[in-house]
């Protein structure tokens, strides 16, 4: 397998994302697939390529600077799980 | 009422035959009593029969646009203010959209009457629809196998007459893809054609909204309705929408149609090959030609479409950190737990599984032998099609290398499932615009049902009434998109 089950913990961790330990073979099993699948791009010759990073060739447009929204926070903060005093609560961060 | 066309209904709404009301009450009725097929993640019955008074009324003052009465629904992507907005995941089970998706707002003043919400693959992620929180959708042509996805729930929905049409997203085949599966049609539009504000980001560089209907004729329709400049959408094109009804009747007489032998190699079914040889024939009678392309690089599709596609959605769906709305776990010991656990119980295995692969390829010492080295297949791929269409108006292919497969068959192995999306996940590379449309139907057998059978036609940029025009000739002829999945008469 081209990744390890300590990669895959690593991976996920710079994800934010929690993998419980009887899955971790399983992962780690379909991402070296994955990988597998990945490494057939290698047997064609890309240099000289110029990387495509969007399938228009187009720039940012750019708008006057000028207050197109309202804001709508007391709105927004109906749908978060903790609010108070207009603020949106998290764990304590800082001691 | 279900198996008409836009046109016919628009007609029976104006002449007084039955009212939006009643259209609209029918297909509630509908979708109550094909409630199995699960196509629905929200049904708004209230909503929608609030909407469909307000159209009977628009109708009777006249000039009421032709979509005015007409019942369709949304895929569950779509953001729908203070109308729950799922994308198919436990991550937003409780998320009400604060505001409107454009193309929500535009069919809204098209005064298109909305019937609910969709289901899908969560995130627009997968090919069968397996991946939604919800379960999955049935395929109307038989209970056990898949609609597709990730737009399963609006072919579903379509095919089995529970809404008119439906919108639909396609990031690597998620329209054409369940179009084909389903027997109907959908069109992916070139990108920036429809704008994607408030619709569920996945990956940002390849996710298009577009019309899923019954024909041609139903899909210019909607995409008139749908497609547009919206300056919210930062990659919006400034292109006029041209009348896509009034180019449906154009002569195809001459037309050049190009088949890239490398998409009827191994691995295409023998049956599906069959039949694009029928449609083609049909096409050769409407006076077209055919011309045999090669574009080697598009065996290099899949690799370079799941690097990019994983590595957008790993940024795209690092918004979701159990804070600001969404899922959030219960009793976090600290930040860091916080977002590890709520992360991990909202998203679906799939989903895990693509934002770890995308986080791979962007992580330092991996970059340039993945994200850049796909970007530069991207490119390849680009150029191959841009070539292609300047030798052929039109290129055809398969939709899919098989037909619907059954419900779990393909779920232990993601690689797998991957592979479906051969024939599909190039187009999104290059941002062209590209319709399936059916073209057949398989044997009925005791081992397996009569299961539709699509074709995929590609264009170059802004070709979506050249499209419709060559899919709208082919549905004169022919009625393999007339036809109706058993059950659903």
Redesign the interface.
């Known amino acids: 397998m081209l990744l390890t089950t300590n990669d ?1 913990k690593k ?10 330990d009887h899955d971790l073979e399983a ?1 780690t099993h ?2 070296s ?12 010759n ?1 240099d000289e ?8 060739p ?1 720039s ?2 750019l ?1 006057a600077d000028n207050v197109t929204e309202t804001n ?1 926070r007391e ?2 903060q ?5 609010v108070e005093d207009g603020v ?1 609560l ?4 800082i001691e | 009422m279900h198996t008409k066309t836009i046109k016919q209904l628009a007609e029976g709404l104006r002449a007084g035959t039955f009212s939006s009301v009643e259209l609209t009450q029918h297909f509630l009725t509908r979708i109550e009593k094909f409630h199995a097929l699960n196509a629905f993640i929200t049904v708004t019955q209230e909503h929608a029969l609030t909407a469909a008074k307000q159209a009977d009324k628009r109708l009777a003052e006249g000039n009421a646009p032709l979509l005015t009465g007409i019942p369709f629904a949304h895929k569950d992507i779509f953001c729908t203010h203070g109308i729950k907005t799922s994308c198919g995941s436990k991550m937003l089970d409780n ?2 959209a ?1 505001y409107n998706a454009t193309v929500v707002d535009k069919l809204h003043h098209a005064g298109a009457v909305m019937l609910g919400k969709l289901n899908m693959d969560e995130f627009a992620m997968g090919s069968s629809n397996e991946n939604s929180f919800y379960g999955a959708a049935h395929n109307p042509w038989h209970e056990n196998v898949v609609p597709g996805g990730s737009s399963g729930g609006s072919a579903a929905a379509v095919a089995a007459g529970l809404a008119v049409c439906a919108t639909g997203t396609d990031t690597g085949g998620s329209i054409r893809q369940p179009a084909a599966f389903c027997g109907i049609t959908g069109l992916k539009p070139s ?2 054609r429809v704008s994607r504000y408030g619709m569920i980001a996945y990956a940002s ?2 996710d298009q909204g577009g019309p899923m209907a019954r024909s041609a004729e139903d899909a210019a329709i909607l995409l008139q309705a749908m497609a547009g400049f919206d ?1 919210k959408d ?2 919006s ?1 400034n292109e006029p929408v041209p009348d896509y009804s009034r180019h449906l009747t154009e002569s195809l007489q001459g037309l050049k149609i190009g088949l890239p032998k490398e998409f009827f190699q191994h691995g295409l079914n023998n049956q599906i090959a069959q039949d694009i040889d029928n449609a083609l024939n049909e096409y050769r009678k409407l006076g077209a030609t055919i011309i045999e392309l090669s574009m080697p ?1 598009l065996t ?1 599709a ?3 479409y ?2 990019l596609a994983s590595a957008e959605c ?1 940024s795209n769906l ?1 918004r979701y ?5 969404g899922h ?1 776990c219960e009793h ?10 709520s ?2 119980e909202g ?1 679906g295995s799939e989903v ?2 693509r ?3 995308g ?3 962007l ?1 330092a010492g991996y970059y340039d032998a ?1 994200y ?9 791929i ?1 150029d191959d099609f841009q070539h292609a269409l300047t030798q052929v108006d039109v290129i055809m292919s398969p939709v899919t290398p098989s037909h619907a497969f059954t419900l779990g068959e393909k779920t232990a ?3 797998h499932m ?1 592979l479906e999306d051969l024939y599909t996940i190039a187009i999104n ?4 615009p590209a319709m399936s449309i059916p073209i057949g139907l398989s044997a009925d057998t005791p081992e397996a049902p009569k299961l539709p059978v699509g074709l995929q036609l590609i264009g170059a ?1 802004f070709s979506e009434a050249k499209l419709l025009n060559i899919a709208h000739a082919y549905q004169q002829v022919t009625n393999w998109h007339q036809l109706i999945p058993t059950g659903f008469e």
């Open positions: 895959v991976i996920a961790y710079l994800a934010r994302l929690g993998i419980e992962f379909d991402l697939n994955m990988l597998n699948l990945m490494t057939q791009m290698n047997s064609i890309t390529v110029e990387p495509m990073a969007h399938p228009l187009q940012q447009r708008r709508q709105h927004f109906h749908l978060a799980p903790h949106y998290v764990p304590k961060v | 998320f009400i604060p990108y920036g560089s390849l300056e930062s990659t094109i690089t290099m899949i690799p370079a799941y690097v790993s690092s950190d159990g804070v600001r709305f959030r976090p010991a600290d930040l860091t737990d916080l977002y590890l656990r992360r991990a998203f895990k599984r934002i770890l692969m986080t791979y390829a992580s993945y850049l080295k796909a970007q530069k297949i991207r490119r390849l680009s192995d993601p690689v991957y590379l290059a941002g062209l940029y």
